[in-house]
């Protein structure tokens, strides 16, 4: 679910210029579905965003709902995350969203502002989907203004993946508490040691900061705007630009060639922030052997992490709320379908499916225990509310962030441009 260096993410970019469309819809009329066949038989449709991979999953978690449910049909639809969010807007702004899709807490406000999703609440109280047997906290990321406009299908946290060999090699330890100045002398350390650029970039990930935030008592967002001023965003800037001229951070042209692998995984540098699950993404990709790493802190002890989630939300407009929540209902709990999908979502979010699924690989055992020991420390908060152009602000982030590390624009340039592109992105 956040801007780190991963395919889906890189692509936020074009999807979040399309999202000015304005949808202006109400939430009363029913013409999401097909209205159904003689037998009484109804098809909903339902779309994600993903690989190939995925697909093959769901498609096997869809043959078994249809197996209990004989009377409800499933009419799939996927693509990547650019191509999924272009073509949902346009669904919107048509009236005729899908009846249940995969969704992000970056989109909640923004389509519960347009009347575009349905409060899933009206069909717990009607028996049709349960909100409880969920891992702590989780079911919290799909609530906005005490409506339940999102399901989680799997829960992830910030983490610092590390190239473990080279950390290795420069006799660099991370150790739970560490604090920012360290992590910074860790990074010189590796560079001086093992002429490989510490990180790949922190400065333009959103998510990270929004931690870097929480630490120092601020957010990334309120409920209405931003939780930070320009001078906030200068310090952090202006320390980024700073250690990619030192050469401590991977030079972003660099970065830019390695797309769409990772610099990590390119052997370009020794770690970068991104979310605990996609840990899978460089194992595949590099040749070095890869871990998890604790979030530096500013004091040693609060890391300012919270679980976030991929969920399923259900179109205010779908003329069958119940079949669609039934979807729901067995697509979050239902113990085989855990098996199947594994960690691909994260980490399973509810307790059902999360002891169905035994991890055999070393990488999901890793980030299974990462989440426990995250949990078990107790530095888990409340996720940072994300107003309605979240998914904007956040394309600008990184986009503007990049130019800012190329030299493309200076740093107060840099500040000015987003927090005006910021307040554009709220009132649109």
């Not at 420069?170 to 510490?198: N, R, S």
């Amino acid at each position: 679910m956040g801007t780190s260096r991963n395919v889906e993410r890189r692509t936020i970019l074009k999807a979040a210029g399309a999202s000015a469309a304005v949808l202006g819809l109400g939430a009363t009329a029913a013409c999401g579905g097909d209205s159904g066949s003689g037998d009484g038989t109804v098809t909903i449709r339902y779309s994600w965003w993903g690989a190939d991979e995925r697909a093959k999953k769901i498609n096997q978690t869809i043959s078994l709902f249809e197996k209990k449910y004989p009377k409800i049909k499933v009419k799939t639809d996927f693509q990547d995350y650019q191509s999924f969010w272009e073509k949902f807007q346009t669904q919107a702004a048509g009236g005729n969203p899908p009846d249940v899709f995969q969704n992000a807490v970056g989109f909640l406000r923004k389509y519960d502002k347009r009347g575009i999703l349905l409060d899933l609440n009206s069909q717990v109280k009607a028996g049709n989907l349960r909100l409880d047997h969920f891992r702590a906290g989780v079911t919290k990321v799909g609530e906005v203004d005490g409506k339940q406009l999102g399901v989680p299908v799997g829960s992830n946290t910030m983490a610092l993946v590390i190239d473990k060999k080279v950390f290795e090699k420069a006799g660099v330890d991370p150790q739970t508490g560490w604090t920012w100045d360290e992590y910074f002398k860790a990074l010189k350390t590796i560079h001086d040691k093992t002429k490989i650029a510490g990180d790949t970039g922190y400065f333009s990930i959103m998510y990270l900061y929004d931690l870097y935030l929480r630490q120092n008592g601020k957010a990334f967002y309120t409920k209405d705007g931003l939780g930070f001023d320009k001078a906030d965003l200068t310090e952090w800037w202006q320390d980024g630009y700073s250690r990619v001229k030192a050469g401590i951070v991977t030079d972003p042209k660099i970065v830019a060639q390695d797309q769409p692998k990772s610099s990590l995984s390119s052997g370009h540098a020794a770690s970068e922030f991104t979310w605990d699950n996609f840990t899978v993404r460089y194992s595949a990709e590099g040749t070095s052997t890869y871990g998890l790493g604790p979030i530096p802190t500013t004091d040693g002890t609060h890391t300012g992490q919270y679980l976030a989630s991929l969920m399923l939300s259900a179109s205010a407009r779908t003329a069958h709320p119940k079949e669609v929540a039934q979807f729901i209902d067995f697509m979050v709990h239902d113990p085989q379908v855990g098996k199947i999908m594994g960690y691909d979502r994260g980490i399973l979010a509810s307790t059902e499916q999360y002891a169905a699924f035994q991890p055999t690989d070393p990488v999901s055992k890793e980030i299974a225990q990462y989440e426990d020991d995250t949990a078990k420390a107790g530095v888990l908060g409340t996720i940072t509310p994300h107003p309605s152009g979240a998914d904007t602000i956040e394309a600008a982030f990184l986009r503007i962030g990049g130019d800012m590390s190329q030299g493309k624009t200076k740093v107060s340039d840099a500040v000015k441009q987003f927090f005006s592109e910021s307040e554009a992105a709220f009132q649109a």
